[in-house]
């Protein structure tokens, strides 16, 4: 059933415009990602369907349900829309307990003392934390206030969960620990998710598709590997991962979609296997990972994309190595899993890892 | 297999009976009718050629006329803007040096300092004037020692500088605490900055210190100068019998003594009084504005490198207990022994002079009796009730979605701005114009209590304002999410949290209305007496003695509420004064 629509939405913050024309859908069951740097919209776009900001222009529903359409003046009170949310700060009301926390939203819906009891102490296990019904919150760590975030959203089983940037609290090491468990959890559920995320590791990581989101607008929508390895635009590229961009002229139309690109202020060419007709000038990406180095005596890999470059800095980064080198004018920063000796050595760029974006 | 527990549903929550609109559309036409309401019959009667209980009558400038055309009254505005100037001058350097001995020195006894140095804005005001004539007035104790035994020159508290110096004391407060608030919130690694830099301390201080207090010095002094311009105790006590009239002496003198009553050029002075402070208070507005641009972000204070005295550390403490002990101290020992002696002269040991009398009046004669008991219910209901209606307002204000909200904390902290007098008179001609509801305010004590709370309500949303910012706002967003409305979400998450800060407002405002006296003097009657209006006019009439024995009773009360309050509840006054 909770299928949400959020369309065309516009807001406006003074002359600011914080929202423009956003529109997605979320299928049920689904768990969907609204990503991008501050004061891009995200949050915002996140508390209009929780009700607490009021969009100038748009519609949101969830299911058969709409709980704003500007065209109709229909504007459903937070209360009433059966969310659940997880904020940033967690908000644990700190002056009732674990127990008092949970049973708020099953005393509002009028539900007897017994049933409170029962389906709290459910939900608590559900989250692990029923050792701690009796605790105040500022008896808990910052992962366990969450968990109890988590199942106070939980515990009236609303028809949708709204997580906004939920683990910039934690630290690193819980933060990764708290994502398994909230995307277990969510998928086991069965739970329609948004979230709201700053950071793309969280995003790519959990997610069944994503939102790209900057200045107020929706940039790009797909699963994490379409917005990583085919980004719709300049912005999604370079703020999805880290990426190479390269500009020049799309010169030549070869076979099965592919462009031959003529490099600006260079003489080489670099082939893109999916074009997609793109004519004139063109900005390429390419991930760092996707670039191959071999020694300059290599002969292995030869032809199209095999540039000779000048190895700048390399460094060294535990897991990879990373070179600073340039190919005939061209910067490159690539990521290489081996070392690979000598001052002048060859890269290769494999066609279907280019991604025009522009 | 069990089924998950997300199969379960429960029942969705329910609209609330009262929906939180009308709640919020009430509070708002309270606040906008008891804090505007007032001044429309004022600037109604000043724009007519007779007082409002007359019928006819028309529209005319002529009461400003008159006044305008009345020497005296240009006269008495010259003498309080001196007055004010004077007074504003002496408690912003005197503020600001105390404020950076205590938190930026290593001052002797810094902590304590701090604290005692707010003690003469709390204390009653009127008693403590009236404790400054006893010692230091023309005749007064010290005075007489002083000049005809000693024959030494001494303080003329009854000149405006004179005048000045005593207003000042009692203001100081403001000035110190705006400008510790600046001062502990500044970052401290500013200051370090310029040590590594490498400038001397004493140069740190001068430099980079002192002009980050600049919009904290500009905001009190704002303030100071708006509330001593609004002062009638000092004016009417120690100027008239030396013929230095203020704008509010005016005003009242003009009031009691005129022959036709409640002329319409004391509304019409009124009305000017009142303009005057509400551009000063527009002023504020603006240099609060401005401030933000010196606040420095980040700032971890309490571990701030303080500045060296040496072997000032301890004269410097010295200075400030004589500053402590001439200013408070002395007036409240000369009040409490005026009330317990005949007469209190230096001819005289005061023991032999020892009497009881004065306090038998406070409950042998009606009036101080009716006085003492009018005060103490009024205070005491009022204080809850302001208190629960700020509360509720400053919800409305800053945590609903009401549509005027915004126009509600200006609101609030208007009758700040407003003289006591002004806001008597407002009310005064309010009643009048209300019928039976009128009538019934003018011949109880409710009608001084709700001028009283009024102009004691700002009080109220400075301390809680500051303590729900610091509320997440995402806490009641948590309780809408969970299903309940406004008012439910208000009432069990943010009221709960809001506590500290609704006892503080209560004990402030309990010791601020049962201290407070110049709203009522135009509207106590006999039967509906409060203690400050009694003392006003009985010291007026030359009864020194039982008035005294009155004033100690509040000093009394007040110290012993402010200590509870502090106790109970842990109550620590911060620099609450910089909302306003």
């Known amino acids: 059933m909770p299928e949400i629509r959020v369309q065309n939405l516009v807001k406006q913050f003074g002359e600011q415009r914080a929202l423009d024309d956003v529109s997605f859908a979320v299928e049920e069951g689904e768990f969907f990602t609204l990503l991008g740097p501050s004061g891009c919209g995200?949050?915002?776009?996140?508390?209009?369907?929780?009700?607490?900001?009021?969009?100038?222009?748009?519609?949101?529903?969830?299911?058969?349900?709409?709980?704003?359409?500007?065209?109709?003046?229909?504007?459903?009170?937070?209360?009433?829309?059966?969310?659940?949310?997880?904020?940033?700060?967690?908000?644990?009301?700190?002056?009732?307990?674990?127990?008092?926390?949970?049973?708020?939203?099953?005393?509002?819906?009028?539900?007897?003392?017994?049933?409170?009891?029962?389906?709290?102490?459910?939900?608590?296990?559900?989250?692990?934390?029923?050792?701690?019904?009796t605790r105040y919150p500022h008896q808990l760590s910052g992962g366990q206030q969450q968990r109890v975030a988590l199942a106070r959203a939980l515990v009236y089983s609303p028809s949708v969960l709204l997580l906004d940037e939920p683990f910039s609290n934690l630290d690193?090491?819980?933060?990764?620990?708290?994502?398994?468990?909230?995307?277990?959890?969510?998928?086991?559920?069965?739970?329609?998710?948004?979230?709201?995320?700053?950071?793309?590791?969280?995003?790519?990581?959990?997610?069944?598709?994503?939102?790209?989101?900057?200045?107020?607008?929706?940039?790009?929508?797909?699963?994490?590997?379409?917005?990583?390895?085919?980004?719709?635009?300049?912005?999604?590229?370079?703020?999805?991962?880290?990426?190479?961009?390269i500009e020049g002229i799309a010169a030549r139309i070869g076979g099965g979609g592919s462009v031959e690109v003529e490099v600006a202020g260079s003489p080489l060419r670099l082939t893109v296997s999916t074009g997609h007709g793109a004519s004139g000038h063109v900005t390429v990406a390419v991930r760092p990972e996707a670039v191959t180095l071999m020694p300059f005596d290599d002969t292995s890999v030869n032809g199209i994309?095999?540039?000779?470059?000048?190895?700048?800095?390399?460094?060294?980064?535990?897991?990879?190595?990373?070179?600073?080198?340039?190919?005939?004018?061209?910067?490159?920063?690539?990521?290489?899993?081996?070392?690979?000796?000598?001052?002048?050595?060859?890269?290769?760029?494999?066609?279907?890892?280019?991604?025009?974006?522009? | 297999?069990?089924?998950?527990?997300?199969?379960?549903?429960?029942?969705?929550?329910?609209?609330?009976?009262?929906?939180?609109?009308?709640?919020?559309?009430?509070?708002?036409?309270?606040?906008?009718?008891?804090?505007?309401?007032?001044?429309?019959?004022?600037?109604?009667?000043?724009?007519?050629?007779r007082p409002l209980y007359e019928p006819g009558g028309v529209l005319t400038t002529q009461p400003y006329r008159d006044l305008f055309g009345d020497g005296a009254f240009w006269h008495a505005w010259a003498n309080t803007l001196v007055f004010a100037a004077l007074t504003t001058l002496i408690a912003v350097i005197g503020g600001a040096l105390v404020a950076i001995l205590c938190t930026r020195t290593d001052l002797a006894g810094r902590r304590a300092f701090g604290r005692l140095i707010l003690l003469p804005i709390l204390l009653p005001s009127l008693g403590m004037v009236l404790g400054w004539i006893v010692v230091w007035g023309p005749g007064g104790y010290l005075t007489s020692m002083f000049s005809d035994r000693l024959h030494l020159p001494t303080l003329a508290i009854d000149t405006i500088p004179g005048m000045a110096l005593v207003e000042a004391s009692r203001l100081l407060p403001i000035a110190f605490l705006t400008c510790q608030a600046a001062l502990s919130r500044a970052d401290s690694s500013l200051e370090d900055a310029a040590r590594s830099a490498g400038a001397r301390p004493l140069r740190v201080l001068f430099n980079i210190t002192i002009p980050m207090l600049r919009p904290a010095l500009l905001n009190a002094g704002t303030l100071i100068f708006t509330l001593s311009i609004a002062a009638l105790g000092i004016p009417l006590l120690l100027g008239t019998s030396n013929n230095i009239i203020f704008v509010s002496s005016y005003l009242y003198n003009t009031w009691t003594n005129a022959s036709t009553p409640d002329p319409g050029s004391v509304s019409a002075?009124?009305?000017?009084?009142?303009?005057?402070?509400?551009?000063?208070?527009?002023?504020r507005n603006r240099l609060l504005g401005a401030e933000a641009r010196f606040v420095s972000v980040g700032g971890k204070s309490g571990r701030q490198a303080l500045l060296r005295l040496r072997r000032w550390r301890w004269p410097l403490a010295g200075l400030l207990t004589f500053y402590l002990v001439f200013t408070t101290l002395v007036p409240v020992l000369g009040l409490a022994a005026m009330s317990f002696v005949v007469v209190l002269t230096p001819l005289v040991a005061p023991w032999e002079l020892l009497t009881s009398a004065h306090w038998h009046v406070l409950w042998e004669d009606d009036a101080f009796r009716r006085s003492i008991q009018n005060s103490a219910v009024i205070a005491v209901?009022?204080?809850?009730?302001?208190?629960?209606?700020?509360?509720?307002?400053?919800?409305?204000?800053?945590?609903?979605?009401?549509?005027?909200?915004?126009?509600?904390?200006?609101?609030?902290?208007?009758?700040?701005?407003?003289?006591?007098?002004?806001?008597?008179?407002?009310?005064?001609?309010?009643?009048?114009?209300?019928?039976?509801?009128?009538?019934?305010?003018?011949?109880?004590?409710?009608?001084?209590?709700?001028a009283f709370c009024v102009r004691n309500l700002?009080?109220?949303?400075?301390?809680?304002?500051?303590?729900?910012?610091?509320?997440?706002?995402?806490?009641?967003?948590?309780?809408?999410?969970?299903?309940?409305?406004?008012?439910?979400?208000?009432?069990?998450?943010?009221?709960?949290?809001?506590?500290?800060?609704?006892?503080?407002?209560?004990?402030?405002?309990?010791?601020?209305?049962?201290?407070?006296?110049?709203?009522?003097?135009?509207?106590?009657?006999?039967?509906?007496?409060?203690?400050?209006?009694?003392?006003?006019?009985?010291?007026i009439q030359g009864t020194v003695g039982p008035v005294s024995a009155l004033a100690m009773v509040q000093v009394v009360i007040t110290v012993v509420v402010l200590a509870i309050g502090a106790k109970v509840f842990k109550i620590g006054v911060t620099g609450g004064e910089r909302g306003a």
């Open chain 1, 42 to 133: 995200k949050s915002t776009t996140l508390m209009s369907i929780a009700g607490f900001q009021q969009p100038e222009a748009g519609l949101i529903a969830v299911g058969d349900e709409t709980f704003f359409d500007a065209s109709r003046k229909v504007a459903v009170p937070a209360e009433l829309r059966n969310l659940g949310i997880v904020f940033q700060s967690y908000a644990v009301w700190p002056h009732m307990t674990v127990f008092d926390n949970l049973a708020f939203p099953l005393k509002v819906r009028k539900l007897k003392r017994a049933a409170i009891r029962s389906r709290v102490l459910e939900v608590l296990e559900l989250v692990e934390m029923t050792p701690y019904e």
């Open chain 1, 172 to 245: 690193a090491k819980l933060r990764e620990r708290a994502r398994a468990w909230v995307k277990e959890l969510q998928h086991r559920l069965g739970l329609t998710t948004i979230f709201v995320t700053h950071d793309q590791d969280e995003a790519l990581s959990m997610s069944d598709r994503v939102a790209v989101m900057s200045a107020g607008e929706v940039q790009q929508i797909g699963t994490p590997e379409d917005v990583y390895r085919r980004p719709a635009n300049r912005f999604v590229a370079e703020f999805v991962g880290r990426v190479n961009l």
């Open chain 1, 305 to 358: 994309n095999t540039w000779d470059a000048e190895v700048g800095t390399v460094a060294f980064l535990g897991d990879h190595y990373e070179y600073e080198v340039n190919a005939g004018h061209v910067p490159l920063t690539v990521q290489s899993s081996r070392l690979v000796p000598g001052d002048r050595i060859k890269v290769h760029i494999p066609p279907g890892a280019c991604a025009v974006v522009e």
């Open chain 2, 1 to 49: 297999m069990t089924t998950t527990p997300y199969e379960q549903t429960f029942p969705r929550p329910r609209r609330s009976l009262v929906p939180a609109w009308a709640l919020q559309w009430a509070t708002w036409l309270v606040v906008v009718t008891l804090i505007v309401g007032p001044f429309i019959p004022l600037i109604y009667a000043s724009l007519r050629d």
């Open chain 2, 269 to 283: 002075g009124a009305v000017m009084m009142l303009a005057v402070a509400t551009l000063l208070l527009l002023l």
């Open chain 2, 381 to 450: 209901v009022g204080a809850v009730a302001t208190t629960a209606f700020v509360a509720l307002a400053t919800l409305v204000a800053h945590r609903s979605g009401f549509r005027f909200r915004r126009t509600l904390p200006f609101l609030m902290l208007y009758p700040r701005a407003t003289p006591g007098i002004i806001i008597g008179i407002g009310f005064f001609w309010a009643y009048l114009l209300t019928g039976a509801f009128g009538d019934s305010m003018r011949d109880s004590i409710w009608g001084i209590m709700l």
């Open chain 2, 458 to 539: 700002p009080l109220a949303y400075i301390v809680m304002y500051p303590t729900l910012a610091r509320i997440g706002e995402e806490l009641d967003r948590a309780g809408r999410a969970a299903g309940a409305g406004w008012w439910r979400t208000s009432r069990t998450i943010v009221l709960p949290l809001l506590k500290p800060a609704i006892f503080a407002s209560f004990i402030l405002l309990f010791v601020e209305i049962i201290n407070d006296y110049d709203p009522a003097v135009f509207l106590v009657k006999p039967g509906t007496e409060v203690m400050g209006a009694t003392m006003l006019s009985q010291f």
